[in-house]
């Protein structure tokens, strides 16, 4: 049973740059959301999906944006990247969307970015 | 903002002794209160979640409870193996129901 699978695992940019990230939720789980986690902090929310349709978004700039495919997997998109971006990007992937009662979100392995 | 606050930062113990981490949330609409533990280099695992409708759920080892009047909910593992040496997230569901808010972490380290 394939867990939630990120790509690429690794990934150097330098400033200015763009980069996409792509997560495959579990099967049969439709919602996807993408956390930052810098380097000895909890994870922050950016965006959560649902049917395609973003659902919620947290407090990150424009220059981050998302978005949510028929088969559920999801791209996350970084325009003019900063160094400040350099961070453990997490995808989360639940049955049905965190409004609904059951929230359990499973996180996949993360994508590293370093931006220099 | 919403906001999880998480103590203590780091807590070594010595195996077989019970930990205790606490978290507080301040959006008193939160309704799901799940807990992460991460391995370094790893992804954040889920080990145990609390709901509203509870004020404590065991598992084994863990155990979590909860004072919604309070707004305080906190993680209890008991006999403590060196494999539970990890950084554990305590995390509470927003008001609007679309994310998690994270605690910043608290190392534990068990040793033998």
């Known amino acids: 049973d394939a867990g939630v699978t990120q790509s690429p695992t690794h990934l150097i940019k330098t400033r200015g740059q763009q980069v996409t990230l792509r997560c495959s939720p579990i099967?049969?789980?439709?919602?996807v959301s993408w956390y930052q986690q810098v380097l000895g902090q909890g994870p922050q929310f950016i965006f959560q999906y649902y049917e395609k349709e973003e659902r919620g978004r947290g407090n990150f700039p424009d220059r981050f944006s998302a978005r949510q495919f028929p088969n559920y997997s999801s791209e996350l998109n970084v325009n003019a990247l900063l160094l400040g971006d350099s961070a453990l990007y997490l995808c989360?992937?639940?049955?049905?969307?965190?409004?609904?009662?059951?929230?359990?979100?499973?996180f996949g392995p993360g994508t590293r970015l370093t931006v220099t | 903002g919403e906001n999880v606050e998480q103590h203590p930062s780091t807590l070594s113990v010595q195996e077989g002794d019970s930990a205790v981490i606490k978290c507080t949330y301040s959006d008193s609409a939160s309704n799901y209160f799940p807990w992460y533990k991460q391995e370094l280099g790893k992804r954040p695992q889920l080990i145990i979640d609390?709901?509203?409708?509870?004020g404590e759920k065991k598992d084994q080892r863990i155990a979590v409870t909860l004072n919604k009047t309070a707004k305080h909910f906190s993680l209890h593992i008991t006999e403590t193996q060196p494999e539970d040496s990890a950084v554990y997230f305590c995390?509470?569901?927003?008001?609007?129901?679309?994310?998690?808010?994270f605690g910043k972490g608290t190392t534990l380290s068990v040793s033998s």
């Open positions: 989360a992937s639940s049955p049905r969307p965190i409004d609904s009662y059951s929230y359990e979100q499973y």
């Open positions: 099967s049969g789980h439709k919602s």
């Open positions: 995390a509470a569901n927003t008001g609007r129901g679309t994310a998690l808010i």
């Open positions: 609390i709901r509203s409708n509870v």
